[in-house]
Structures are given as structure tokens and as C-alpha cells.
């Protein structure tokens, strides 16, 4: 079944966000993900910590845990974490 991994984020840093953006977008190739939403939100119902949320689609949830826990993933998670601060989930 298809899992997706939802991203809920602030911007700190605009420049790093761009350039961590794109390196894990060349991250997800190898795992067969890929975005399907990103961008700011607009709030339906209740309070959301974060203003923007991204939402990246994956064949299953073994291969989205594979992503995350990757070399070339983990690799660049210090430049997402001085670039936004950020919840990510699996469903």
C-alpha cells in the first residue's frame, strides 16, 4: 500500500531550504518517491504549529523508512535542520 511521508515545516533560512530542497529531491529517486504537494497551507479546521507542509508519496512504508534512514538522506539533515524547523510523519 502507499505510504506518504508528510512534512510539516517553518522556514528559518530561505537559501538553505532551496538548496537542501533540491538535494533531497535526488534522495527520494532511489526510493521511488516523490512529491506530490508542497507549499503553504490554508487551515480548514484547528491550529497548525507549522505555515507550510510537504507531502512526498512512496510505493510503501518500508521504502519511505528506507529513505529516511539513508547514507545520501541522513547525510543532509543538518542543512534541513538550520534551513526550518520540521515534524515528519509516516502514514
Known amino acids: ?17 532551496a538548496e537542501y530542497s533540491a538535494l533531497a529531491a535526488e534522495t527520494l529517486k532511489p526510493f521511488s518517491g516523490e512529491f506530490i504537494a508542497k507549499g503553504h497551507i490554508e487551515v480548514l479546521h484547528g491550529e497548525s504549529e507549522h505555515p507550510m507542509k510537504a507531502v512526498i508519496a512512496f510505493p510503501d512504508k518500508e521504502s519511505a523508512k528506507a529513505w529516511y534512514n539513508s547514507a545520501a538522506y541522513q547525510a543532509i539533515v543538518s542543512l534541513r535542520d538550520s534551513g526550518m524547523h520540521s515534524q515528519f510523519h509516516l502514514v
Not at 500500500?1 to 531550504?17: A, E, G
Open 1 to 17: 500500500m502507499q505510504s506518504l511521508v508528510v512534512v510539516d515545516l517553518t522556514p528559518v533560512n530561505k537559501t538553505v531550504i
